[in-house]
C-alpha cells in the first residue's frame, strides 16, 4: 500500500537534499521516489546523505517533466505554503495522510514538492488535485525540503499504522496481593517509626500509597523496596509482623 | 510555553546537523538550542544550513556536560530508538508532545538527543524521566538527528494548537536538583542501615535510584519521602548530614 504512494521532486538544486529525503523515506517506509531534471545528479553528496537508503537513490525514476513523474497517479497533491492560494482544496499534512492512505489501496498517489527556493510553479500546481501544506510557524514558515518531506511521509507512517501498536511490556510486575503486602509492610514500619501515628494516620500513609500503586513498581523493585523496610525495621529495633519478617535483605 | 521547552543535543559531530536543527526548531516555534561539548563548532556549515534561524545558532547555550543543560527542568526526556529498554516509561512522539504542553506552561523541560551515531549513553538515559521514540520503518527506523528533531518539535507544535491538550491539568513536579538531594538522602540512608555497602554499592541502589526517577514523584510525595528517610535516621540513630537534616517529618 505505502508502495503505491510516491515522491516526485521538482528541480531539486542541492544533491545532499535527494540523499536526505530518500533517507527520510525509507525511514518512513515509502520507496518510490521520483526526480524531475535534478541538477547536479547523481552525486556523491546525495549518496552520502542517504546512509542507509542508498537503495532508494538507485532506484529513483528520473524525468524531464512533471506529467511523466504523475501521469498514471489517480491523486496529485501539491506541496505549498500555507497562505497560497491556487483555489484548490487545502489540508495540512496530517489530513493528507489520512487522504492519501485510503486512496493507496487501489492507485497510484503522488506527492509533488517544487524547488528549494521557489516551491512549485502555477503550471504545476495545476496539475494537482489537493494541496498540502504543513503547520508552522507564522514568524518562519519555510522548512527544508528534505525536513518537508520527512514530516509528510511521516504522518504517511502513522496513519498507516495500527493503533494497537505500542510498546510492549516486557516487565514483570508484581501481583495485587504482593502489592498489599507491601502496603503493609510500609505501613508497619511507618509506625513503627512514629512517623505517623496509630488511630491517625493523616493524609501522608494515604499519599505514600497512592505514589507507590501510581509508580507501579516491577517485581525485582518492590523485592527492594521491602528489603530496604526490612532493614529499617533492623536497624531501628522495630518488631516486625511475622507476615512481614521474610522480606529479603537487599545485600544478599 | 514553548520558550520553555529545550532541545539539549550531546556531543553533535557534524555542524551542519546544527543549523538543520536551529531551523527545524523556528519553523516549529522553539527557541532553546543548548549544545552539550559539539565538535566542530561554531562552523560555517552549520550557519549556512539555519537558514532564516541564525539566531537560534546565536543563543544558543553551550555547556560541557549534561546535568548543566538539565538542572533547572522538571521534565527530561530522552530520545532512543523504540526498542531499546531502559525500562523508562516510553512515548512516542506524539504522545510526548501531549505531555510536554501542559508541563511546559510551568516548568522547564527538555528534549535529550544522543550523538549521531550511538545515541544517548546508559549514564545519560538514567537522568531522564522518560524516553521518546519516533515511529518508523523497522527495517530502517534510524533517522538523521535533524529530521528526528523536526518531527519531535512538529509534534510539539501540533500539540500546542490542540486546545483538548491545553486543558490537561498537571500536578506540581520537584526540579531535577530536589530529585537529586532525594537520591543523595536515600543512598546515605541506606548505607546508615548497611542495606548496602560501601564502595560496594551494587546494582540495588542504581535499580532504587532508576525506579524512583521513572516514577516520577510530585512535590508533595517527595517531601514526603524525604521525611520517612529523616525519620529512619532518627530512630535508627544514625547521623545524616546537615544537607538532609532539613528535610520534614511527615506527622506535622
Redesign the interface.
Known sequence: MLSNIRIVLINTFHPGNVG?IA??M????LSNLYLVDPNDYPSDEATS?A???VDLLENATIVSTLEEAISDCSLVIGTSARHRTFQLPIMNA?ECAETVIPEAKQHDVAIVFGRETTGLLNEEIAQCHRQVY????D??????I??AV??VA?EI??AN?DQSI??KE??EYPRKKEMDLFHEHLEET?Y??????KNHP?K?LE??QR??N?????K??LG??R??LA??Q???N?TPSTKNSDAK???E
Chains 1, 2 share one sequence.
Do not use: C
Not at 504543513?134 to 510557524?137: M, R, T, Y
Not at 514568524?139 to 527544508?144: D, K
Not at 513503627?192 to 501515628?197: A, E, Q, T, V, Y
Not at 501510581?214 to 516491577?218: D, G, K, L
Open positions: 536526505a533517507r527520510a525509507k525511514n518512513m517506509g546523505r546512509a542507509g537508503a496530517r504543513i503547520d508552522a510557524n514568524e518562519y514558515p519555510v522548512l527544508n528534505s525536513q520527512q514530516i511521516y507512517w502513522m499504522q505500542h510498546a516486557t516487565a511507618l513503627g517509626l512514629n512517623f505517623i501515628i493523616g501522608v499519599k505514600l505514589f507507590f501510581r509508580s507501579r513498581p516491577e525485582q523493585e527492594i523496596l528489603g530496604v532493614a529499617v533492623r536497624e531501628a522495630l535483605d537487599g545485600s
